[in-house]
């Protein structure tokens, strides 16, 4: 068993502590707004994209690294935008204008 | 300014962007502090792909920067729709995600074959059939919910037995390329079976259980990216992999509570078809119903009342009217408040945002358990376009196929409105005792036209 595979088991399990004890506080109200966030998130797999598709080293990798970069990065700028479009509207009672 | 290799400069940007993502989401804890949490999101992601174009791995630009604009020409329309298509927008995230992860898993196949050791093939083995899954089964669950595709469950004899020998066929596909990774033309039909497997996943779920397979394919999406982060060894693909994956299982978790149910039974339960003979043997009873106006006259005469809305308010996009309601009352001097169900709706958390855009301030959205300790005293509940998650045989009725689910206690109210178009019992067909009660008082129409039907009565009530 690589080394490698040790180190990231403890990081994914450590980050999955985190993520549960994190998201265990999230109030329902914004669950809907959780999901988008965390998707912008994930959407950082855009990195690994990138650096598939720029060592251009087939043109299948290229080709699937380019559809990888453009899925990941739509979900990127979609889910922040949403997710702040979102949160901007959940107002108290007292800053409610109109 | 050589203190840091190109490498290390990298690896410590990565390390300060998982830092921002660990805040972002700390912070969306309360909506108070959720948008610091989304700019800290967004600086880390900045910073990541800002070092990685930078990286010297990468040569070639110029197709980079086009499908970079690409995907923002897609992402930025996709951030923008109305929020009733927010959970069907969610939907297809999830499938993006899912595509690129395994999109860079397959890539990664390719450029590694013939050198790819057997424990980095079990690898991208597992990141290949869980991304083409989620892909495929994302795809089939954002076309039930832009209704695409018919949102009734589809289901036929024998279908567990061939979902479940299709996902046999793939993991067999993927041990077989573990004991030989160059065995190349093995790659292709393991992804095609898995693609196969997502849409069997998902077709036979029905509309009321999207909140759970919405949640449980975020967490298979989150899963894939951690995965791949282990195949490229890149830390901070598993820390996002695993928060997104995370929050995706608690969201599951969260729903099936919800509905008093497991996990298995919403994948291969097929809830609506059982009970649709059920509900046929009811016999005739009496329902009492009322004008907008009655009911206008009731709702002003109130002191408390609790609306609880669903996926029939979200349908008929009546969540401004609602606010109108709301407003017309709260001048009148009534307190109103509004109980949301966990699952209501498509997807967690739907009511509340949809409610949220139509200006209602947030702490007047109250869980389920808040709710039901004000509904005794509660004057009024009104119901729009609610039904399973007010069900008393829920409590009652052991031999209800919702016997067991945490509901809103509604019937505890003095008066129970209920708008709905008419008595049918809708596709789930579970049949709703609440609507016989004699304080019951059924409101016909649509939810939108009975709502604004309510408020002109409000509007002009003491006039005449």
New interface residues.
Partial sequence: MPADFISNLYVFILAGFVGFELIKRVSPLLHTPLMSLTNALDAIVVVAAIIIAGRHETHLSVVLGLIAVAASFSNMVGGFFITDRMLRMFKTGKSKKS | MNVFTGDQLLSFT?II?VVL??L???W????TT??R??LA??I??AL??GA??Y?P?????K??I???I????????????H?TA?PQ??AL??A??A???A??G???Y??GIPRVTR?EMG?IGLEVIIGSLTFTGSLIAAGKLQEILPQRPIVYRGQNFVSLSVLGAALVLAILLVINPNNTHLFPAMIIVALAFGVLLVTPIGGADMPTV??LL?SY??FS??L???V?????????????????F??SV?MCKAMNRSFTNVMFGAFGQVQAGAAAQTEQRTVRSASPEEAAGILAAADKVVIVPGYGMAVAQAQHKVRELYDSLTKKGVDVKFG?H?VAGR????M??LL??A?I?????L?MDAINSDLPQTDVALIIGANDVTNPAARTDASSPIYGMPILDVDKARTVMVIKRSMNPGFAGIDNPLYYFDKTLMLFGDAKGFVSDIVRELGGGSGH
């Fill in positions: 990565y962007a993502f660990i972002a989401i700390k969306l804890s309360s909506p959720a948008r949490g989304v999101g967004e880390g992601a990541a792909v990685t174009l990286n791995d990468v040569t070639q630009y197709w980079i086009i499908a970079l690409v995907g923002a020409g897609v992402g930025i329309p996709l951030g923008m729709v929020m927010v927008r969610t995230s999830h993006f995600g595509l690129s992860a999109m860079v397959i890539a990664e390719y450029v424990f690898e919405i949640s975020n999406a989150g990216a951690a791949l982060g282990f490229l060894n890149s830390k901070v693909l598993v820390v996002a992999g695993a928060l997104d994956g995370s929050s995706g608690i969201l969260i949301i966990p997807m967690p958390g739907h509340n945002v949220a855009e200006d301030p947030y702490e007047r959205l869980e």
